[in-house]
């Protein structure tokens, strides 16, 4: 890792002049009254009282990166990043230094509740957690008589989703377990580059940041997407003069560093890619070696992009043909030390898969993957997983932090002879559960019935699109239980409410972490939880003995469970906890780590640049470009993004993050702005093609985006009033995402197929 | 020994990490902060650059908040212009005097970075710095942040020709050196920070006159006609140090 070598510690200036070895200050000029140090769990040094320092992982994004807690006198004061953990390493962003302001919310949700109003009305009693569990373990038990296990549907986001839509769905013997952070984010990225060369992008995209000399982002937001890790790679390869380009129709804060900012028309990105390879192939800038070494189907591909000059791509993304042969031989001057960078949200039009397959050609024509300063492998951690009797059914419902895994020709089968009901081989060819799939079987039966759900940690109305079905299917369900920290919307939805403790008031399972160099991290509770809350596994648990799942909870407290697992590395919590929190392991990076044998997990090993797998599944068998719906006359395409401030629509209501970030603005280019007669700062309404209106949200008027759509954060426009700081802030993009685009490969929901009006009645 | 930040424009991506650290570290109140950081954006789509006006202390050589507080709440230590917010009166004279319009009220008093002063000297570093992802933040003496900003100047040449160091000849030399990728005026940092009149009238003629309570209180009642007229006009009424001459041009732009 490169690290910036200044000679003083960004971390701290211990007292006392003692200079330790490489770190001393060794200015010509200056003399040093200070040393440097690293924070450690026995260097509590910056507040009066009983100081308690713990190690964590950060929940209040998906990175999750290793953090250390100061509490003192019982009050949990103060985040850090862990000097030791390979992602925070010592840093930290906005959101994680919110965690502590998350915890403190006088908003949480304070005890087990069961709904005494109709569904949707808010209006609960509070009970004890006895009442609650035994409440919902026998509408569960009712559920399953009646429709069998399958009828389950579980969803799971946030760090303890193991707990539910892994362990316990799988326990339980429902395959309908879904995370967002599959089919409404990563699915296309993952199966694509699963059917291209064979393993799964993974949560931490394995870019050599260290040493890459040119790299392209696509719709990838660095420092909007505040990934702690990604910031720090990314300052210190554009400080160190690699080429930086950045594709996307607004000028993101990334974009503003760039050497080439790219302002392409939304939806066009497949056909840019196509006119990269007919530049790298029709003009012999690939890396034939390579190439002849690693893939298949050159020739097909070559014949296949003959006609996609980049004449012919100006004509269809707007971008000047100099300029995309130009970026083109940047990236092949530079090869293999360059990379189309996979970003993380890929649903946007319904062809993802495709899209995301066409860059990872590139990449594979540059001879990108397995090179120093290209894209490197990621190897698993070594760790045993705790012992536990086979489970009734797979599951798939992946997320970020999945192990690639098999994809099984059979689907699983539940126990009364179900598979999954998100029309996985029929609607579309394969990866983890579709979430946004299994909404219409809870209201329409097909394939078969879904008549509960237990939504741990996924605000519903904020995350799936079309808001008004999933209503429509909370209204249809026998039963919903909703475990969460916050009072999100569809918390008003819910029979039973459980409320669970922070990420800072719990132990966690082990976080294994495929890397460069594969890691364990650890969490431990940095305070007692808050009110009547508790820990998802101590939720997870207490269920499971009570719907006879007893085999499957044999354990009695998670300490236990860390430890057993941990016995496998020849460690321990205590020993973890001594070694700073973290057990790296040794990688295998590059080609040369596997001693002539292939990393590319394909049936022959190599990469498939033709893919024959998706032309026998009825796809293209190489990436074509497909137009997207144009916006109607009026209407701009919606797009939507992230701040670095917040996450998802989880953290608008934490104190500090609220205060420094407060709502969200509507992005409009400034001469559609002036030819609406609507100024920078003046409140609009939204309106989609369907009808769908947001509430009042400020007008952002800018040259920084393209005239042809309008971009907001993400998250905002909550519509609860339990959410004191957050209820009616800003707008929800969700609201307005009517309508999505399944890619028939993934199952991922396109959401970048919404076209909005602005409004100024109503506000 | 003096001491000073570096803030590297030519790295901040504007993640607001520094923000967020600084309001937990310093526990600071709903509503206030020390840092803020503002999106500049200039040209005309697609012909775009842009970047990010850090709007924090520059702990000024020549503190002209410094030079008006009545009550020493604002003085310059290791280089540095700390504020004790305990001592602060609330007369609001800082927040006219500073030419980058950095002090604020914050319930009744002055509130402004001051560089960490509880944190550094119980041996940690200010919040902003140990958190930063971009590495766009340091801090250390002096001469050594003065070694590294040159540096890092001299090395994104090749990206950014006018890149340089800021702050080493504003208002006496500053705390805060910018590695600064182009015109600072780009991002509405001044080249050339104008002390206001206060300052100047502070030291000129408030100061030698305080010893006589009446002359002192009249005056006092002068400098506050002027903070209230700024106010009222909203911007800065500019005296240029020297010539006491009213920048006409500037306040009739308001």
Known sequence: ?763 | MEYAFLLDLGRCIGCQACVASCKVGNELGEGQQYIELIEKTNGEFPNLTGGWDNHRCFHCADAACVTVCPTGALFKEDGLTRLERDVCSGCSYCTEACPYDIPVMYEGKSSKCDGCAATVSAGGSPWCVGTCPSAALEYGPREVIQAEAHKRAEAMRDRYPNAHVYGETQAGGLGLLVVMPDDPELLDIPIDPKTPFMADAWQKVVQPAAVGITLGTAVLAGAAAVISRRNHEQEMVVIEAEGLVRDSEKSEEG
């Open chain 1, 1 to 763: 890792m490169a690290r910036i070598k200044l000679d003083i510690s960004r971390r701290s200036f211990l007292k006392g002049g003692l200079a330790t070895g490489g770190l001393a200050l060794m200015s010509p000029t200056a003399s040093i009254d200070s040393a440097v140090g690293m924070l450690s769990a026995d260097d509590p040094w910056y507040r009066e009282g009983d100081i308690k320092t713990t190690y964590n992982v950060c929940d209040v994004c998906p990175w999750r990166c290793g953090v250390v807690v100061h509490t003192v006198n019982g009050i949990v004061r103060k985040i850090d990043g862990n000097p030791a953990d390979p992602k925070s390493r010592g840093m930290l962003c906005a959101r994680g230094q919110g965690g502590v302001s998350f915890m403190y919310d006088p908003d949480r949700l304070q005890s087990p509740m069961i709904r005494t109003g109709e569904r949707g009305s808010g209006q609960f009693k509070e009970v004890t957690w006895e009442e609650a569990l035994d409440y919902v373990a026998a509408a569960l038990l009712q559920v399953k008589d009646k429709y069998g296990e399958e009828a389950l549907a579980v969803f799971g986001h946030t760090s303890g989703d193991h707990w539910f839509a892994d362990h316990f769905a799988q326990a339980w013997g429902t395959p309908n377990a879904a995370k967002p952070s599959s089919s409404l984010c990563l699915s296309p990225r993952d199966e694509a580059a699963t059917l291209t060369y064979g393993s799964a992008v993974g949560g931490h995209e394995p870019v050599d940041w260290d040493s890459i000399q040119a790299f392209t982002l696509i719709g990838s937001h660095i420092g909007e997407d505040a990934r702690n890790t990604l910031m720090q790679d990314f300052a210190n390869a554009q400080a160190r003069g690699a080429k930086v380009i950045v594709v996307d129709p607004r000028f993101s804060s990334v974009a503003a560093k760039a050497d080439y900012w790219l302002p392409i028309k939304p939806g066009t990105d497949t056909a840019l890619m196509l006119a990269w390879m007919n530049v790298l192939i029709t003009e012999s800038l690939y890396d034939a070696a390579y190439v002849e070494e690693w893939t298949e189907g050159l020739e097909e591909l070559a014949a296949h992009v003959a006609e996609f000059t980049p004449d012919w791509a100006a004509g269809i993304t707007d971008l000047p043909a100099a300029q995309i042969r130009e970026t083109a031989l940047v990236m092949a001057e530079n090869m293999p030390a360059a990379a189309v960078i996979p970003g993380r949200h890929v649903t946007w039009y319904g062809n993802d898969s495709q899209r995301m397959r066409s860059t990872y050609l590139v990449n594979a024509l540059l001879g990108t993957y397995g090179r120093e300063g290209g894209m490197y492998f990621n190897k698993s951690v070594y760790l045993d997983h705790y012992p536990l009797p086979p489970y009734t059914v797979t599951g798939s419902s992946g997320g970020c932090s999945a192990e690639p895994g098999e994809e099984s020709a059979e689907l699983p089968l539940g126990p009364t002879g179900k598979a999954r009901a998100d029309g996985v081989r029929e609607s579309f060819m394969r990866g983890p559960t579709a979430m946004q799939e299994l909404i219409d079987p809870m209201i329409s039966g097909d394939p078969y019935p879904i008549r509960a759900l237990v939504a741990y940690g996924v605000n519903l109305l904020n995350s799936i699109p079309n808001p008004e079905r999933t209503i429509e299917a909370l209204k249809a369900l026998d039963f919903v239980v909703a475990i969460d920290v916050l009072p999100q919307e569809h918390i008003a939805w819910a029979d039973v409410v459980l409320p669970e403790a922070t990420y800072l008031e719990r132990y966690e399972d082990l976080w294994t972490v495929p890397h460069k160099t594969p890691y364990i991290a650890m969490r431990e509770p940095a305070a007692d939880p808050l009110y009547d809350t508790k820990p998802g596994w101590w939720i997870s648990r207490e269920l499971g003995m009570r719907v006879g799942l007893e085999d499957f909870y044999k354990w009695e407290t998670i300490e236990e469970w860390i430890d057993k697992r941990l016995v496998s590395v020849g460690s321990s919590l205590d020993d973890m906890r001594a070694q700073g929190g973290v057990i790296v392991q040794k990688g295998k990076p590059y080609l040369e780590d596997f001693d002539g044998a292939s990393p590319f997990h394909t049936a022959s090993g190599k990469i498939n640049l033709y893919s024959e797998e998706l032309a026998e599944a009825g796809h293209d068998p190489m990436p074509v470009y497909e137009p997207t719906d144009e916006p109607p006359t009026g209407y701009f395409r919606l797009l939507y993004g992230r701040s670095p401030v917040h996450t998802f629509a989880k953290t608008q209501n934490t104190p500090v993050l609220n205060d420094i970030d407060p709502e969200n603005e509507i992005w409009v280019n400034v001469d559609a702005a002036e030819q609406l007669g609507v100024k920078d700062g003046d409140y609009v309404m939204l309106e989609n093609q369907d009808g769908a209106r947001s509430g009042p949200v400020q007008v952002k008027a800018t040259q920084r985006i393209r005239s042809d759509a309008v971009f907001m954060v993400h998250g905002f426009g909550h519509n609860s009033p339990g959410l004191t700081r957050a209820n009616g802030k800003g707008a929800s993009d969700t609201k307005l995402q009517t309508r999505y685009k399944l890619d028939p490969i993934s199952g991922g929901a396109g959401m970048r197929v919404n076209f909005v009006r602005l409004d100024k009645e109503g506000v």
